[in-house]
């Protein structure tokens, strides 16, 4: 190896270095700043459990606060979106995936700091919606940032985005090894060691920052010995079965308080203050329901803090009004209310089991567990996640067995069911589908129309047979498109079609008239599958008005579609 590939490629492992370091440490104390500041404001508005016993010599103020808070946040949030930001939503991790798998404009700084403020605003007022989402989107913010700066790095944008995300997730469950493997698993799609190194750098970065320099405290703490029994195992499993039908519920409730919301709300600004109402009436009887639910889910591992009438009771408002606030347009994740759902779900899974298998069991905790990854993985598609969120946050080998059994068994029901994930469902209705992976998706965002030529033997309407063989003699082609006086392709002519034709005759007489043709919004794999049977030199393409703009040659089609997909496997498959 020269010397000059020896400092090219020692400036390339240096930079992205320093670049994971870097994204890493921004987003993590980015991150830190958001969790306190959401307690903070918690705090202050009487949303916590701590506030609101501190405050329980006025119960007025408290119900007050109760009816006012969440319903002045959302409209506040709804405020900040309407005004602020471009795309008039959250910014959330389906943006971040989008901006790591395509080559397109990402959402501006601007937006991303108007839907991070949104967030902190919706968790901040107690609204039922999690922390997570707009914790990755705020790590891919970063990492979009770094991936605009001039380094001369290949795939530098999806590399930062991922870092970014990586170090996020890593300092929100103080898991480090889960962080890198959610960057993997949901944004980047793959495990190629160009991306592997620098995302595991950044999520380690996370990680220190987060646990060695300011020692944040873990999501939960348990405390668990073994699985007693080995028939225990088909429980896990049926309870996983169990958390993908809760899964799917969660789903369709989302869906169909977005459509609600759209028929019966029509000014976007107004909708989160209506479901802040709602959150307030209902957390006058359920103050579970209120903001993130930390303690609610740190309680539900604890015996006898709950009965089987009141966890069935939250589980339900949860599920009611978590849906509601995101499909309402509250800015929020989806993991956070999915894990206090899963969890208490799981509690109450382990408090009816004796009465319908009345055998020894290994205690609450680990069904509780369960049932927190079962769902979590189910709504977001993280399934290795969830597993290893489980194995660093408890350190014990027989918990995260019991946990992985349930996430499995949910996964291949929820995969099969939903989808992959929620973010796929939302990616997928605005036109980018990775259901049938990366290939098509990416496929999907190219334009055919990138390749087009003007290179083309066009022919009137007032032509004659004779004078458009001539042409095509002339021009060496083997086709001509014939247009009318404005320009509008009517037709299309083949030299071996009209070899033999009188010279007299009309040109628009022997024109085939149905025929494979693109349009301005054809992707590269539409036009694979457009030319399905395709027999021709080349395929016309018009604008909306079809008007002839060019051809596309059918080498062009496949060598579109041979550069796209020999990017991707590189990209997927780089060492350094």
Not at 146 to 166: D, E, K, M, P, Y
Not at 224 to 239: I, M, Q, W
Not at 248 to 262: D, I
Not at 456 to 472: E, F, I, M, P, S
């Amino acid at each position: 190896m020269d010397r000059g590939n020896v400092q090219k490629i020692t400036y390339q492992i240096g930079m992205v270095m320093v670049v994971a370091v870097a994204v890493g440490a921004i987003a993590s104390l980015a991150a830190i700043g958001f969790v306190d500041a959401v307690h903070y404001l918690n705090d202050r508005l009487l949303i916590s459990p701590y506030a609101r016993i501190l405050a329980e010599s006025q119960p007025g103020l408290v119900a007050v606060a109760t009816l006012v808070v969440p319903a002045g946040g959302g409209l506040v949030v709804g405020l900040i979106v309407h005004f602020l930001v471009r795309e008039k939503r959250g910014l959330a991790p389906p943006d971040a995936i989008l901006a790591a798998q395509t080559s397109g404009p990402a959402p501006g700084f601007r937006s991303g700091v108007a839907s991070t403020l949104a967030a902190l605003v919706s968790l901040g007022s107690g609204a039922s919606v999690g922390q997570y989402g707009p914790l990755v989107y705020l790590g891919a913010m970063f990492g979009n940032l770094a991936g605009g700066l001039r380094l001369n790095l290949r795939h530098q944008r999806s590399i930062a985005i991922a870092c970014g995300v990586a170090a996020a997730i890593s300092t929100a469950f103080n898991a480090p090894i889960a962080g890198l493997v959610f960057a993997h698993e949901v944004i980047l799609r793959h495990y190629s060691l160009r991306a592997f190194a620098p995302v595991t750098v950044a999520a380690a970065t996370g990680y220190i920052i987060a646990n060695v320099i300011f020692d944040r405290p873990a999501l939960f703490l348990v405390s668990f010995d073994r699985v007693e029994h080995s028939y225990e195992f088909v429980f896990f499993a049926l309870e996983g079965v169990l958390c993908a039908g809760l899964a799917w519920v969660f789903m369709v409730l989302l869906k169909f308080s977005n459509s609600l919301a759209r028929r019966h709300i029509a000014p976007l600004w107004a909708r989160p203050a209506v479901a802040g109402l709602a959150v307030g009436l209902v957390a006058l009887w359920i103050p579970e329901v209120l903001g993130i639910g930390q303690e609610t889910l740190r309680f539900a591992t604890i015996e006898g803090a709950f009965g089987i009438g009141e966890l069935a009771l939250i589980i339900a408002a949860k599920l009611v009004l978590t849906s509601v606030c995101v499909g309402f347009g509250f800015v929020g994740g989806v993991f956070s209310p999915a894990l206090l759902i899963g969890i208490l779900f799981g509690a109450f899974y382990g408090l009816v089991l004796p009465y319908v298998a009345p055998a020894p069991h290994s205690g609450l905790v680990v069904y509780a567990i369960c049932g927190m990854m079962a769902l979590a993985s189910s709504v977001i598609g993280a399934p290795l996640t969830t597993i290893l969120i489980v194995f660093e946050l408890t350190r014990s080998y027989d918990l995260t067995i019991a946990a992985m059994v349930s996430v499995v068994f949910a996964n291949l029901i929820s995969y099969r069911v939903i989808g992959r994930s929620l973010f796929d469902l939302q990616l997928r209705s605005r036109g980018f589908d990775l259901s049938l992976g990366r290939d098509k998706a990416i496929l999907e965002t190219h334009s055919i129309g990138d390749y087009l030529s003007k290179h083309v033997t066009t022919a009137t309407d007032r032509d004659t047979v004779g004078d458009v063989r001539q042409r095509l003699v002339d021009d060496h082609r083997s086709e001509a498109m014939v247009l009318n006086r404005n320009g509008k392709l009517l037709g299309v002519v083949r030299l071996q079609g009209i070899v033999n034709s009188n010279a007299d005759t009309p040109i628009l007489e022997t024109a085939i008239q149905s025929f494979t043709i693109f349009d301005e919004n054809t992707s590269v794999w539409e036009s694979m599958e457009l030319l399905r049977g395709f027999l021709g030199e080349a395929v016309p393409l018009v604008d909306r008005h079809g008007r002839l703009m060019g051809v596309v040659p059918e080498e062009a089609v496949i060598r579109a579609y041979l550069e796209i997909v020999h990017d991707l496997r590189e990209e997927e498959n780089e060492a350094a």
